[in-house]
């Protein structure tokens, strides 16, 4: 089955620095990549998503990057601000027999100091 | 208007006994979901449901019994719950099954002493 890896388990980045977290994905039929951000007594949100057949995706101070031939894919944050504070997962999905299984990794917690 | 409601936000019980939470989401989607977050914020799958029928059913003890009376609805049921069951317990929603984008609850969180 899939597994996902991600580094770093924790981040402290200084107001305006970017901030990056890497994943790595074990099988290569995986398809779609969302990021989820989790603030504090909150459930996981998507904040950004890749799809297999796109390399890059920006959305304002948030870009994600997929290498499909090294099965890593990353999450940058530019610019970054206090309200960014949050633990981050990557998850890794295969579309199989009718229905997307998400698999999560095991979360990055960024503390972003003003 | 919460989106995807979850009840009760925390539980505490005594080890061996029966509990249940509830779910509910009122996006009109098919496909809900349990995950369990452990101690260390990992997030793992438990089961899935589209249109009340199972179609995803991890590797998880069966105490753990997931009841899906309609698409809008999933409740987990767990018996003779243990110390490890101490989770935060996460319900998700999606469009359908071949949507990746989950809707996720703002968790239950189990303690069990």
């Known amino acids: 089955g899939e597994n996902v890896e991600q580094h770093p388990s924790t981040l402290s980045v200084q107001e305006g620095d970017s901030a990056v977290i890497k994943c790595t994905y074990s099988?290569?039929?995986?398809?779609?990549f969302p990021w989820y951000k989790q603030e504090l007594g909150k459930g996981p949100q998507l904040i950004i998503d890749?799809?297999?057949?796109?390399g890059e995706k920006k959305d304002q101070r948030i870009a994600v990057t997929l290498n499909k031939t090294a099965k890593h894919f990353s999450l940058h944050i530019t610019e970054t601000q206090p309200e960014d504070s949050a633990v981050y997962f990557c998850a890794a999905s295969l579309f199989s027999g009718g229905y997307n299984k998400l698999i999560f990794g095991a979360g990055t917690r960024l503390a972003v100091h003003p | 208007d919460t989106a995807v409601s979850q009840t009760p936000k925390y539980l505490v019980t005594q080890m061996g006994n029966d509990k249940s939470i509830k779910c509910e989401q009122n996006l009109g989607h098919d496909t809900m979901y349990w995950y369990k977050q452990d101690s260390k914020k990992f997030l793992k799958i438990m089961f899935s449901?589209?249109?009340?029928?199972?179609?995803i059913n991890e590797t998880v003890p069966n105490r753990f019994s997931p009841k899906s009376p309609d698409k809008a609805h999933l409740n987990l049921h767990i018996n003779s719950l243990e110390l490890g069951d101490s989770a935060v317990y996460f319900c998700?929603?999606?469009?359908?099954?071949?949507?990746?984008?989950?809707?996720f609850g703002e968790g239950s969180r189990l303690t069990v002493l």
């Open positions: 099988d290569s039929a995986s398809n779609y």
């Open positions: 449901y589209n249109n009340k029928e199972l179609i």
């Open positions: 890749i799809r297999s057949n796109v």
């Open positions: 998700a929603s999606s469009q359908n099954s071949r949507s990746g984008e989950l809707f």
